[in-house]
């Protein structure tokens, strides 16, 4: 029962993620068009019934998953269902870091948490030291997590070889997009001003 709640809430939480990244790639576009892009989404997450489901379901997801992680401890073989284990944990630690700092961000600082705020510790040193690492490991981590669900659901419709080279697929995609977003918010590929009330966080 618990499992099946954990796959459902992770619907709910993957379909925002997947418009969230598929946000955080215009940034290819340059900033505006980022800005632009997140407030047509936020039509659609930011009113009271969608944003409580979502939170809800990210705290769901975050304690159960480190339930299931506690309760099969030691049990698990295996490169997928280790990775499996260890991505689930950084993103539950992402997740409550993540959500909290927004949250925080529009409650107490007055700033809207658009994407300057998102990465405003990219362009203010050493803090990137931090956030880049930060942010890769929560894109890849997971990737990493739908890769080992991939290769779990999967596991009586198709050969173990397969299987296992599209979870590795699944990964390597993953870390493509991770490493683009990276390099996109670092302003490899156009210049990123960041307005100083939101670098003044840092400094
Ligand atoms: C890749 C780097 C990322 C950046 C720069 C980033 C940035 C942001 C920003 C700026 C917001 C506030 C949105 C708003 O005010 O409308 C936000 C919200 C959020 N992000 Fe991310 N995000 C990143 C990755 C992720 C990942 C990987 C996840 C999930 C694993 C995630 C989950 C969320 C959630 C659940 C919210 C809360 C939505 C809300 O209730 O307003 N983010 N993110």
């Given at each position: 029962?618990?499992?099946k709640l954990h796959r459902m809430s992770a619907l709910v939480i993957g379909t925002f993620i997947?418009?969230?990244?598929i946000n955080h790639l215009f940034i290819l576009g340059g900033v505006q068009q980022h800005i632009d892009v997140m407030d047509a989404f936020r039509v659609i997450y930011r009113n009271l019934i969608v944003e409580s489901v979502l939170l809800l379901c990210v705290a769901f997801q975050a304690s159960s998953g480190v339930y299931f992680v506690w309760k099969r401890r030691g049990q698990r073989e295996?490169?997928?269902e280790k990775a499996q284990a260890i991505s689930g944990l950084y993103l539950a630690?992402?997740?409550?870091n993540h959500v909290g700092v927004v949250l925080f961000g529009r409650v107490f600082t007055g700033l809207d948490t658009n994407i300057y705020y998102g990465i405003a510790g990219f362009h203010v040193a050493p803090f990137q030291l931090y956030f880049v690492p930060y942010y890769f490991f929560a894109v890849v981590a997971l990737f990493v997590h739908l890769a080992s669900a991939f290769n779990w659901l999967s596991r009586d419709k198709i050969t173990e070889a397969l299987r296992s080279r599209l979870a590795f697929l699944i990964?390597?995609?993953g870390i493509i997009i991770s490493t683009t977003l990276m390099l996109g918010f670092s302003g490899a590929f156009?210049?990123?001003?960041?307005?100083?009330?939101?670098?003044?966080?840092?400094?």
């Open positions: 029962m618990l499992h997947f418009a969230h990244l295996g490169f997928l630690y992402f997740f409550l990964i390597v995609i156009g210049e990123i001003n960041i307005p100083a009330e939101y670098s003044a966080i840092y400094e």
